[in-house]
Each structure stands twice: as structure tokens, then as C-alpha cells.
């Protein structure tokens, strides 16, 4: 049968995690019909040896020979996905997998449904770069919203795959919800729970990642520009 959804992991060196984040998610949607999807952003650690080693049944382990970013990792999942809705999170155990009941029951309330997360554990600097980001995104694409980049998105897949997404980076969120927006679609926003990170390394606020993804907005909005001079 058809999967009721597909979750999409992207995993850069996640060999900590990767494993116990789809067990916990496994244990909270049981009952639904999921169609598990990974996707390997090159990887210089063990998160390949260990989705290799993992029996679980639906699992889709997508590998990127080379890392390629975390936009690219996101496009390489929601193309592959069957379910009629998509649903992605990170793969740093930051997010309680009970808390995707949330978007799921409000499904049927709104073309998408948005993640929040209600306090937000990272540190000052990636709050900071978050909020100045948010800005940014909410004055030059008019896509306002109150935690752009929270991985705990809940999309229509049919919807999605419309779509010619370009970005690799960082700029994906605010590409995939400029594009929803353009289409006329609406979304509601539900609180999630966030806790701090626990294994591996956050890569969010490195500066090559914020440049890069500044970098795809304007190649973005040229685009957009391009169209609209059509």
C-alpha cells in the first residue's frame, strides 16, 4: 500500500545518532504506514557502516558520494518520496518524535504544516544568525513565518515535487515556502519541543554555510525577477 507519509533524515556524520533517531521515530508513528528515507550527505564518519548494518522495513537510504549540503541532502529525499505527504527533521535526536502527531492531526487544516519550536536549545549565536535570517527572508521574499529553518516540516508531496528546487544549502527552507507561497498555498504553525544536542557537531553557524546560502538567495531572487520580467 501507499505510504501515508515519508520521512526524510538528512544524515551528515550522524554515525551517533542516525540509528537512535529512526528507532525513536519508528516507536512514535507506529501505526502509520511511513516510508523511512535517508539521505547520506557524503559523510566522513561511520553513518553509512551504520545504515548499512540496519534491518528496518520501508527504509530508503540514499548515499551523496561527497557532501553536497544540506539543501541538496533535503531534494535527494523529498525526490524519491511515495507517501502522500513528506516530513522531514534532522538527525540529531533534537526533536521529540511524539511531537509530529502535532502536524499530523492539523493536516487537513492547511495546504502545510510548520513546526515551531517553543524554546529553542542552541546557542546564542545560531539564535542570533536565526533571527537576522528570518528577517532577511521575511522583508525580500515575503515568506513570514516564526522559526524559518525548524526541520519539523509537514508538506504535501504531490505539491512538493512540482516544484524545480535549486538551492544545496541552508536557503532550502526559504526557497520551498517562497514557492509554496507563490502557489497560493497556506500553512499553520504548531509548537514542537527542542533539546540540546547531544552527539556529533552542529555545522549551522559556520560561516562557508550562512555565505552559501546568502549567496543562493540572490541567485534566487534573480531567477524569481527574471520570471516576473517575462
Known amino acids: 500500500m501507499k505510504p501515508e507519509v515519508s520521512i526524510v533524515f538528512p544524515a551528515y556524520n550522524e554515525a551517533d545518532n542516525i540509528e537512535a533517531v529512526l528507532h525513536d521515530f519508528q516507536v512514535a508513528l507506529e501505526g502509520l504506514r511511513v516510508e523511512w528515507i535517508v539521505v547520506n550527505d557524503g559523510s566522513c564518519d561511520q553513518t553509512q557502516q551504520v545504515l548499512d548494518s540496519l534491518d528496518i522495513p520501508n527504509l530508503q537510504v540514499v548515499h551523496h558520494k561527497v557532501n553536497q ?117 497556506g500553512w499553520i504553525e504548531i509548537p514542537v519541543n527542542h533539546s540540546p544536542r547531544q552527539q556529533g557537531q552542529q555545522t549551522g553557524a559556520n560561516p562557508k554555510v550562512i555565505l552559501k546560502a546568502f549567496g543562493e538567495s540572490l541567485r534566487f531572487l534573480r531567477r524569481k525577477n527574471r520570471h516576473l520580467s517575462v
Open 69 to 185: 549540503g544540506y539543501g541538496a541532502a533535503l531534494c535527494s529525499g523529498f525526490a524519491v518520496a511515495k507517501g502522500e505527504w513528506t516530513f522531514f527533521t534532522d538527525s540529531d535526536r533534537q526533536f521529540n518524535p511524539t511531537d509530529f502527531w502535532h502536524l499530523w492531526k492539523r493536516r487537513t487544516d492547511a495546504d502545510l504544516v510548520l513546526g515551531v519550536r517553543a524554546e529553542r536549545n542552541d546557542p546564542p549565536i545560531r539564535k542570533l544568525n536565526a533571527w537576522l535570517w528570518g528577517q532577511y527572508i521575511k522583508r525580500v521574499f515575503s515568506v513570514d513565518v516564526s522559526d524559518l529553518n525548524c526541520a519539523f516540516k509537514l508538506l504535501p508531496t504531490a505539491q512538493l515535487q512540482s516544484f524545480s528546487l535549486q538551492s544545496r544549502g541552508a536557503f532550502i527552507n526559504a526557497e520551498l515556502l517562497s514557492l509554496f507561497h507563490e502557489a497560493s498555498c
